[in-house]
């Protein structure tokens, strides 16, 4: 049974870096069976899709966070990682990783999600 | 981008009701469309993929249909573990988006 975990800050100032990073277990994170996948949604709002990633296909990312958002697998630790730049209070969200097969992209596994806050 | 419209955007309907939220697609997604049930507090669990296809462990009084723009979520008996948001998403093609919501509560 495949299981994903966020962890990272819960309080990010604005115009920093946010940082997160997806602890898998009960796959390899080098499988090219899955992507990983980073979703947000905001307080008391709908889920926005922000990239998936896989170490065999590469990357793709929704056009609007494009230019702020990296997401990287580190193989060696069986993880994945966001990195949103240049934050802002509307950046303010639970953000969950989810994987979905690496041919369909529905997600099928999710973590728990973790609240980051944007705010000085 | 395609866009995706759900409605209701809330209902309330009674114990052993029959529930219909519909999502419509901005453009055609195919059979590319996946439905998701999120209770408070919880992530997303996927319900059905393949605008029909239960997932497996889902009971069976869920039910997906329809195609090309026009999908239909019914719940056929609604239970008090239904009361959730549910979301409907598109994955044809990258940006993969959801719809807005449909929050169902019990009357």
Same mark, same amino acid.
């Given at each position: 049974?495949?299981?994903?975990?966020?962890?990272?800050?819960?309080? #990010?100032?604005?115009?920093?870096?946010?940082?997160?990073?997806?602890? #898998?277990?009960?796959?390899?994170?080098?499988?090219?069976?899955?992507?990983?996948?980073?979703?947000?949604?905001?307080?008391?709002?709908?889920?926005?899709?922000?990239?998936?990633?896989?170490?065999?296909?590469?990357?793709?990312?929704?056009?609007?966070?494009?230019?702020? #958002?990296?997401?990287?697998?580190?193989?060696?630790?069986?993880?994945?990682?966001?990195?949103?730049?240049?934050?802002?209070?509307?950046?303010?969200?639970?953000?969950?990783?989810?994987?979905?097969?690496?041919?369909?992209?529905?997600?099928?596994?999710?973590?728990?999600?973790?609240? #980051?806050?944007?705010?000085? | &981008?395609?866009?995706?419209?759900?409605?209701?955007?809330?209902?309330?309907?009674? $114990?052993? &009701?029959? $529930?219909?939220?519909?999502?419509?697609?901005?453009?055609? $997604?195919?059979?590319?469309?996946?439905?998701?049930?999120?209770?408070?507090?919880?992530?997303?669990?996927?319900?059905?993929?393949?605008?029909?296809?239960?997932?497996?462990?889902?009971?069976?009084?869920?039910?997906?249909?329809?195609?090309?723009?026009?999908?239909?979520?019914?719940?056929?008996?609604?239970?008090?573990? &239904? $009361?959730?948001?549910?979301?409907?998403?598109?994955?044809?093609?990258?940006?993969?988006?959801?719809?807005?919501?449909?929050?169902?509560?019990?009357?």
């Amino acid at each position: 049974q495949l299981q994903l975990q966020e962890s990272g800050p819960g309080l #990010v100032k604005p115009s920093d870096i946010l940082s997160l990073t997806c602890t #898998v277990s009960g796959a390899s994170i080098g499988s090219s069976t899955y992507y990983w996948a980073w979703i947000r949604q905001p307080p008391g709002k709908g889920l926005e899709w922000i990239g998936s990633v896989s170490s065999n296909w590469g990357a793709f990312r929704t056009p609007s966070l494009k230019s702020r #958002v990296n997401i990287s697998v580190d193989t060696s630790k069986n993880q994945f990682s966001l990195r949103l730049s240049s934050v802002t209070a509307a950046d303010t969200a639970v953000y969950y990783c989810a994987s979905h097969p690496a041919v369909i992209y529905y997600f099928d596994y999710w973590g728990l999600g973790a609240l #980051v806050t944007v705010s000085s | &981008d395609i866009q995706l419209t759900q409605s209701p955007s809330s209902l309330s309907a009674s $114990v052993g &009701d029959r $529930v219909t939220i519909t999502c419509r697609a901005s453009q055609a $997604v195919g059979g590319y469309l996946a439905w998701y049930q999120q209770t408070a507090g919880k992530p997303p669990k996927l319900l059905i993929h393949g605008a029909s296809t239960l997932q497996s462990g889902v009971p069976s009084r869920f039910s997906g249909s329809g195609s090309t723009t026009d999908f239909t979520l019914t719940i056929s008996s609604l239970q008090p573990e &239904d $009361v959730a948001t549910y979301y409907c998403q598109k994955y044809n093609s990258a940006p993969l988006t959801f719809g807005g919501g449909t929050k169902v509560e019990i009357k």
